[in-house]
């Protein structure tokens, strides 16, 4: 079983950046897929990146442009989310997921058994 926590939330400027780091509990981390989901007010929560146990397989939501990077650190039981160039359309809670597989990694919410409780970003225009 893995706890997370998300942090590195909150209100900036159109064209600016964030990063958001969600750290895990566990000794066997590194044997996790992790994904990042967003879910903006009156909206389903959606993916937006994931990153498989060793960090080579890292897939995003078309939508991001490449405005977006996920990356882990398997040493220190991280997964962080570097936002660019961020958009009001950004304005979500960020939610840190984790399932357990070495090899595969996930796009839908439904893949994930561990959610952390989210972080606010607000993006300003």
């Known amino acids: 079983q893995v706890q997370l926590a998300e942090s590195g939330g909150g209100l900036v400027q159109a064209g600016g950046s964030l990063r958001l780091s969600c750290a895990a509990s566990g000794r066997t981390f590194s044997n996790y897929a992790m994904g990042w989901f967003r879910q903006a007010p009156g909206k389903e929560r959606e993916f937006v990146a994931a990153i498989n146990s060793s960090g080579d397989r890292t897939p995003y939501a078309d939508s991001l442009k490449g405005r977006f990077t996920i990356s882990r650190d398997n040493a220190k039981n991280m997964v962080y989310l570097q936002m660019n160039s961020l958009e009001p359309d950004d304005t979500a809670v960020y939610y840190c997921?984790?399932?357990?597989?070495?090899?595969?990694?996930?796009?839908?919410?439904?893949?994930?058994?561990?959610w952390g409780q989210g972080t606010q970003v607000t993006v300003s225009s």
């Open positions: 997921a984790a399932e357990y597989n070495p090899w595969n990694v996930y796009r839908r919410t439904n893949e994930y058994s561990y």
